[in-house]
């Protein structure tokens, strides 16, 4: 009996080495899963190596006689320099009030268009009215004293000389002393109608200093234009000045916009390329594809010594409701072909091509001046002679001849060979 209850208690006994087959098909699926997804990353590595680039390029033209056009554009061969700027007005005034006080009307709103000595706005002026009153009636009241000082003066007068001729007549009639004080009263009476003379020029002058005190609270514009900005509204107190708190210095800014003109910083590297009536074409940044006439007006006899440029102003010959003050335009300067005269069998001079390509497109690496040359669709460094930046655009004075394509955006640290594709 005791053989086989050993026998059968063996059977019961478990074999902790093997594990479950439940752990085992866990453990394969893992397995499978690591393996898969070590495949799909080395698969992105190696296609992602291998892949092009998105780059922005553009496309390099020469001209003579000018700057060249980039980007793939008809360019012009009387462009001489370009630069950007803002278009202002000439002619601008911020407009304020010549006293204090609280504004109680304003006429206008932005775009009104105002003539010249047209009421802009008032300031509360009560008092003001109050004191030309008082003025007036100070004046009408030494006007009436004057002429009671005439008629006295004239009455004195003429007892004088009565006095004077009866003494003359007959001395026993009217004594000397009689004579005397008479003419003494006549000339104080002089004197009062004199000092009352004063005293009412006095008064009318009191009257215009009221008077202008009044019509120092009506604003009026200074010249025919349009306002370009409110700076105050009824209830603010303005001033001639600003002088903090609550008090404002301006009650609107205008502008003639028939005076508008673009003010450009030149680089100085440049600036002998320009000259006065030069003609000009101004593209607005709010409409790019329409151009607009200019004329070099003025340029500033003096340099800025922080940003090595030359202010020019160009006026705008073009007139159109949708020029705007401090919209920013590009301005390119035109220079007209010289005359030339080519002797009988002479060879014809050959003018420098011009190569200008935007700033971005030129790196500087360990001091130099590089571009990047997409061929091929890949990247080649080249080293080039570049100008100044002049309108966000370099002129390549060296290294360039036309027709290559440069990188300009897209890839932050391009490398020798790097494949890149063309982006929009």
Do not use: C
């Not at 404002?248 to 450009?264: C, N």
């Not at 922080?306 to 202010?311: I, Y």
């Not at 030339?340 to 030129?362: C, D, L």
């Amino acid at each position: 009996m005791t053989a086989p209850q050993a026998a059968d208690l063996s059977k019961l006994r478990i074999n902790r080495d093997d594990p479950p087959p439940a752990v085992k098909r866990a453990l394969g699926r893992v397995l499978w899963l690591t393996a898969a997804a070590v495949l799909v990353i080395a698969v992105v590595v190696v296609l992602g190596r291998g892949s092009a680039v998105p780059a922005q390029v553009v496309t390099v033209s020469t001209t003579t006689g000018g700057t060249g056009a980039v980007g793939g554009g008809s360019g012009s061969g009387s462009v001489a320099v370009v630069a950007n700027g803002y278009v202002v007005a000439r002619t601008k005034a911020a407009v304020s009030a010549k006293i204090p006080g609280r504004l109680a009307m304003l006429n206008v709103s932005e775009g009104s268009r105002v003539e010249k000595g047209a009421i802009i706005a008032r300031l509360d002026n009560a008092d003001y009215a109050a004191a030309v009153g008082q003025a007036e009636a100070d004046l009408a009241s030494a006007k009436a004293t004057l002429i009671e000082a005439q008629s006295d003066r004239d009455q004195m007068q003429r007892d004088y000389v009565r006095v004077r001729d009866i003494h003359a007549q007959n001395p026993n009639l009217v004594s000397p002393q009689d004579v005397e004080n008479a003419d003494s009263r006549a000339r104080q009476a002089d004197a009062r109608f004199g000092a009352q003379s004063a005293r009412v020029d006095a008064a009318a002058a009191g009257m215009r200093v009221a008077q202008a005190n009044l019509e120092n609270t009506y604003i009026r514009a200074p010249f025919s234009g349009t306002v370009l900005r409110k700076e105050a509204e009824v209830g603010e107190v303005v001033a001639p000045s600003v002088g903090g708190g609550l008090t404002r210095g301006a009650v609107v800014t205008m502008a003639d916009l028939a005076t508008l003109e673009v003010e450009v910083d030149v680089n100085e590297a440049y600036i002998a390329r320009i000259h006065s009536d030069q003609q000009a074409r101004i593209t607005l940044d709010a409409y790019p594809d329409t151009a607009f006439r200019g004329v070099v007006r003025q340029i500033i006899p003096t340099a800025d010594r922080q940003r090595a440029t030359v202010q020019v102003k160009v006026s705008i010959l073009d007139r159109d409701p949708q020029i705007l003050t401090e919209m920013g335009a590009k301005v390119e300067f035109l220079e007209a072909p010289p005359p030339r005269t080519v002797a009988a069998g002479a060879a014809q001079p050959v003018e420098r091509p011009r190569i200008s390509v935007p700033a971005e497109a030129v790196r500087s690496e360990n001091g130099r001046d590089v571009v990047w040359i997409v061929r091929d669709g890949r990247l080649q460094r080249r080293d080039v002679d570049a100008g100044p930046v002049s309108g966000n655009f370099r002129e390549i004075r060296s290294g360039l001849s036309g027709g290559e394509q440069l990188l300009v955006g897209g890839v932050e640290t391009p490398r020798e060979g790097q494949r890149v594709k063309t982006a929009p």
